[in-house]
């Protein structure tokens, strides 16, 4: 992991273009195609950040092909299905947030994995014992029904303007061709590669020649490349009903595992009727008003627009702006750590658990729950939850339900075009490499979704919102977020990959631009807390070793270190029609920020819909 950098934006552009670079590699055919990473891009007909410049320059190639933001999201999801495969495919799952210029209204879809049907409560229960999270991770049982293929298509549908085999081309071409390694993709698999190696076909895939992939060399995956034109020719039927369902079911019943490794991979309960019966939802947007804006983000099976909100509630009466940076952090800290308690007690699948969502995003209840917050002590963790229904003045009552675990290697990016029309979507394979298990002869690995779920409640005695159930949706900490301003048009809209830490790092993010006035990449970049509801808080070594910590460990927080913390990407609406997108500086190696016209020569400035030839 590399460390944050100072917040300088000159600094932060200069360090982002180092990292891109790359280590002396030998030179490859892919290396000379691959466009340069750079955190911050401003300029006209649309935008698009991600972790990724590869993933970034597809998304730019359909908006500059006459695509909307929609289309562009998409094949931008592809791509970074090829070169951040243990983030993020087909095998996974996400929440796509989607922002309507015409009708300045904000959607969702819910793409999250489903349980199978024959899932119940007891699913991660061997020998009357919870499974141990190891024992679970890499096997079959892991895997939930695919989300991804399935939000791709409901956000064509709905939305977009192209077909999917059209948004699909560039990331096959890109896993035809290939891609250029990078140190992050080499420490990533060097971190699975015992696991890769229980599987001969992940093995043979991300471990050529049998030894890890070398920086600067080209990673191809003809076999992925297949998988998109057959999808893209087929449409999504051909998982939900076809062929490739059929690999999936079976990949996941009999996982092909190496019997010479050892590795008791459990088998999975996946059927052709889970499949069949998988439905990316349409749904509501949470939404909460924050300094005259407005607020959206992903309702639940998602925990992060609820979590989130109820977050900013809480400090809405708190005049950040004119708060030291202690006083901003130590806010900030408390209200994430009350909302994670909430969280924990009430969000689930709405459609097995009674989860009071507008209850949670009401400014009452955030009333209800700030007046626990003293500027000279600190709550103590776990915090019990509070009552949304029947909210009381600093009340609490009840048993403290611990953050489950969740994988850090999700993906977010965020896409807004020349219509005005914006997207942020964050989707995921779980933990870095998912279940670690890829499908034969399909090039994706599956995800290992189902590790979300709580094994067993942590207190018989309470109901845990979290249990595994038949088709259930495991909650999830996806935070993908719009902000509008109340004439509805977008001000900010951002995202990160990062387990739990999502909601945290979405929320700092939030308050860096909205209340401390920073720039969108100064915001991102600046070093992170995360607190979730846990005896101490995670600090970034940009704070971990300033004098902030001990100023907040005078005041009574708890401190460990924590390498990095998420990776978020962003767009803001700027005057004049222009757009900026932002990425990382540093985590992941840099983020890939890029918009279609930076010098404004009028490519994709039609106000009429026409699109200009801008390639």
């Known amino acids: 992991m590399r460390r944050p950098v100072a917040r300088s934006l000159a600094v932060l552009a200069v360090s982002a273009a180092v990292v891109s670079v790359g280590a002396a590699a030998p030179p490859s055919s892919a290396s000379a195609r691959t466009p340069k990473k750079v955190p911050v891009a401003v300029g006209y007909g649309g935008a698009v950040a991600?972790?990724?410049?590869?993933?970034?320059?597809?998304?730019?190639?359909?908006?500059?092909?006459?695509?909307?933001?929609?289309?562009?999201?998409?094949?931008?999801?592809?791509?970074?299905g090829v070169t951040e495969p243990y983030s993020s495919g087909i095998g996974g799952g996400g929440y796509f947030v989607y922002y309507d210029a015409k009708s300045k209204t904000v959607h969702t879809i819910d793409g999250r994995e489903t349980a199978p049907l024959t899932a119940d409560s007891n699913l991660f229960v061997e020998n009357g014992k919870a499974l141990a999270f190891a024992d679970v991770v890499t096997s079959g049982l892991s895997i939930g029904t695919p989300g991804t293929p399935a939000t791709w298509q409901r956000a064509l549908d709905e939305w977009g303007t192209k077909r999917l085999g059209t948004v699909l081309k560039p990331a096959e071409r890109l896993a035809r061709d290939g891609f250029t390694v990078d140190g992050t993709f080499r420490s990533q698999t060097a971190s699975n590669e015992t696991r890769f190696r229980a599987f001969p076909d992940t093995a043979r895939l991300f471990l050529p020649n049998g030894e890890l992939p070398v920086v600067g060399s080209t990673l191809k995956n003809p076999d992925l490349a297949r998988t998109y034109e057959e999808l893209g020719r087929k449409g999504i039927a051909a998982i939900y009903q076809g062929d490739l369902g059929k690999d999936i079911v079976s990949t996941v019943n009999k996982p092909p595992v190496d019997p010479s490794s050892g590795w008791n991979a459990r088998p999975g309960k996946l059927s052709a009727g889970d499949l069949a019966a998988y439905r990316a939802k349409l749904q509501a947007p949470t939404k909460t008003s924050y300094r005259g804006l407005d607020v959206y983000s992903i309702a639940p099976s998602s925990s992060g627009g609820t979590t989130v909100g109820e977050a900013l509630n809480i400090l809405e009466k708190t005049d950040l702006s004119k708060a030291s940076e202690t006083q901003f952090l130590h806010r900030y800290i408390e209200a994430s750590r009350i909302a994670f308690a909430d969280r924990g007690r009430w969000v689930g699948d709405p459609a097995f658990e009674d989860v009071p969502t507008n209850e949670l995003l009401s400014q009452k209840f955030a009333d209800s729950r700030a007046c626990l917050i003293?500027?000279?002590?600190?709550?103590?963790?776990?915090?019990?939850?509070?009552?949304?229904?029947?909210?009381?003045?600093?009340?609490?009552?009840?048993?403290?339900?611990?953050?489950?675990?969740?994988?850090?290697?999700?993906?977010?990016?965020?896409?807004?075009?020349?219509?005005?029309?914006?997207?942020?979507?964050?989707?995921?394979?779980?933990q870095t490499g998912g279940s670690g298990i890829t499908v034969p002869g399909r090039g994706f690995l599956l995800n290992n979704e189902l590790t979300d779920f709580s094994f067993a409640p942590a207190n018989p005695a309470v109901h845990d919102p979290n249990l595994p159930?038949?088709?259930?949706?495991?909650?999830?900490?996806?935070?993908?977020?719009?902000?509008?301003?109340?004439?509805?048009?977008?001000?900010?809209?951002?995202?990160?990959?990062?387990?739990?830490?999502?909601?945290?790092?979405?929320?700092?993010?939030?308050?860096?631009?909205?209340?401390?006035?920073?720039?969108l990449v100064d915001?991102?970049?600046?070093?992170?807390?995360?607190?979730?509801n846990a005896a101490k808080t995670e600090l970034e070594p940009g704070l971990y070793d300033s004098p902030l910590r001990s100023q907040l460990e005078a005041i009574g927080h708890s401190f460990t270190l924590n390498p990095e913390i998420g990776a978020a990407t962003g767009v803001q609406r700027l005057p004049d029609g222009k757009w900026l997108a932002a990425a990382e500086?540093?985590?992941?190696?840099?983020?890939?920020?890029?918009?279609?016209?930076?010098?404004?020569?009028?490519?994709?400035?039609?106000?009429?819909g026409k699109s200009p030839a801008c390639d």
């Open 523 to 532: 915001a991102i970049a600046a070093p992170r807390a995360s607190q979730r």
């Open 374 to 430: 003293k500027d000279d002590a600190v709550l103590t963790s776990p915090l019990a939850p509070g009552d949304p229904r029947h909210p009381a003045a600093c009340g609490a009552g009840g048993t403290a339900a611990p953050t489950t675990y969740e994988g850090e290697n999700t993906t977010h990016l965020t896409v807004a075009d020349k219509w005005g029309n914006v997207v942020a979507y964050t989707l995921s394979i779980e």
């Open 50 to 80: 991600s972790v990724d410049a590869d993933a970034s320059a597809a998304g730019i190639e359909v908006l500059k092909k006459g695509g909307n933001a929609v289309d562009a999201a998409v094949a931008t999801a592809a791509a970074l």
């Open 469 to 519: 159930g038949p088709g259930k949706r495991p909650r999830s900490s996806m935070s993908p977020t719009i902000v509008l301003d109340k004439q509805g048009r977008p001000v900010v809209a951002l995202g990160s990959p990062g387990g739990a830490t999502i909601i945290t790092t979405v929320l700092q993010t939030l308050t860096g631009v909205l209340d401390r006035h920073l720039q």
């Open 585 to 608: 500086t540093v985590r992941r190696g840099g983020g890939s920020a890029m918009v279609v016209d930076p010098a404004h020569t009028g490519c994709g400035q039609d106000d009429q």
